[in-house]
């Protein structure tokens, strides 16, 4: 017979369920049963915010969920069932319910992953880059299920330093839950009711500038002007282990970061201040999560680059600037993007900026104030540049 599974969605908790079924005789019981899941996110406690900045990204289905897939992964690590969740998806609050057949009787461990098969992430299984879909995951150990992140061509001309470095777009905003000990009896459902929570998987840095020193006032961060890579780039994902450690420490893999923003967030965001103070620009970067507070070489690095004015003096020359030239700032931010959390890091511009970007590991003119903040908490760490 059939198994059916029913797919609640709410907008507020992720619930696997399992009713209750007939007993099933000894000589049927590889059959199929029936599973409801329902879909939701964690509730925020906006009150953990720190006073840095405040504006912190919001959460809906309309907004943030592109495609939903649950998958169903036995003991042994085998993905023995997958289906996809189609669109549209529920407002806020609202409810929904799909029903799935055929799913086999055992006992999973079920997962939930949203937007894995966006344009911006490569999703793998194994060293193949492999779309993640309902026939491709079948039969697969879940963890050679990676998503890795999505080289930008053509690579950019402006910010990017000189030797072939790697770049990479940002990452598709990855959500990610999971239950364990759900039990499919054949023909019907367990008694027994779990929760996930839609959490994301991925992170965000926020880099805040303050440039009121050292006549940096003149220097054009706006965009087409002002740009920001951060360096030493985390490659890829996995589901069923996060974040591995291989990738962690190249030098030469980058985000390619969107323009400044030079005023505070109208829409989109709960809370509506990220300038204080002699803060005048910012920029957020959603990243796979990485990052150390004690190992050098696995430390994100922060490469800011503007436009000097006509009678700029960049760092370490002795004439002024004929006419107007990019400038960088580069340091090394001393703290964890982890997932669901943003790492603000304000970047005070003590020095001149130099005229060709300073390679991984130069640092002394940039000076980091790190913080950390959950999508409710906000943290920071202070650079020197």
Do not use: H
Request: proline share 5%; aromatic share 6%.
């Amino acid at each position: 017979m059939k198994k059916n599974i029913s797919i609640l969605a709410s907008a507020l908790m992720l619930l696997v369920c399992i009713t209750s079924c007939d007993k099933q005789s000894a000589e049927t019981k590889t059959g199929v049963g029936s599973l409801e899941v329902s879909f939701g996110f964690p509730e925020i406690d906006e009150t953990k915010a720190y006073t840095q900045s405040t504006a912190i990204p919001t959460t809906s289905w309309n907004d943030n969920i592109k495609d939903l897939m649950i998958l169903c992964v036995n003991s042994s690590g085998v993905v023995r069932a997958a289906r996809n969740v189609a669109p549209p998806y529920p407002a806020l609050q609202n409810a929904y319910t799909n029903v799935f057949t055929g799913i086999p009787s055992d006992t999973y461990t079920v997962y939930a992953v949203a937007n894995s098969q966006q344009a911006t992430i490569v999703s793998n299984i194994g060293a193949s880059a492999v779309a993640w879909n309902e026939g491709s995951l079948i039969g697969q150990n879940i963890s050679t299920a990676l998503l890795k992140l999505v080289a930008t061509s053509p690579v950019p001309t402006v910010g990017i330093p000189a030797g072939g470095y790697i770049c990479y777009n940002i990452p598709a905003e990855i959500f990610v839950g999971s239950t364990s000990g759900v039990s499919v009896p054949v023909d019907g459902t367990n008694a027994t009711q779990a929760v996930i929570q839609l959490t994301r998987a991925i992170g965000m840095m926020r880099v805040r500038i303050d440039k009121t020193q050292n006549d940096n006032n003149s220097v054009d961060f706006t965009a087409a002007k002002g740009s920001l890579q951060i360096r030493r780039a985390t490659q890829q994902w996995s589901l069923s282990n996060g974040i591995t450690s291989s990738p962690r420490t190249a030098t030469n893999e980058i985000y390619v970061g969107s323009a400044f923003l030079m005023s505070d967030p109208t829409s989109g965001y709960s809370g509506t201040m990220n300038l204080t103070g002699d803060i005048s620009a910012w920029a957020d970067v959603r990243m796979f999560p990485g990052g150390s507070t004690t190992v050098g070489a696995e430390k994100f690095d922060v490469l800011i680059c503007g436009e000097a004015p006509v009678g700029y003096l960049p760092l370490g020359e002795t004439a002024t600037l004929t006419s107007v030239q990019p400038v960088y700032w580069s340091g090394q931010v001393d703290g964890l993007v982890l997932a669901n959390n943003i790492l603000e890091v304000d970047c005070t511009l003590k020095s001149k900026g130099s005229l060709t970007p300073p390679p991984v590991g130069t640092y002394g003119n940039l000076d980091i104030l790190v913080n950390l903040i959950s999508w409710a908490n906000i943290s920071s760490t202070l650079v020197e540049m």
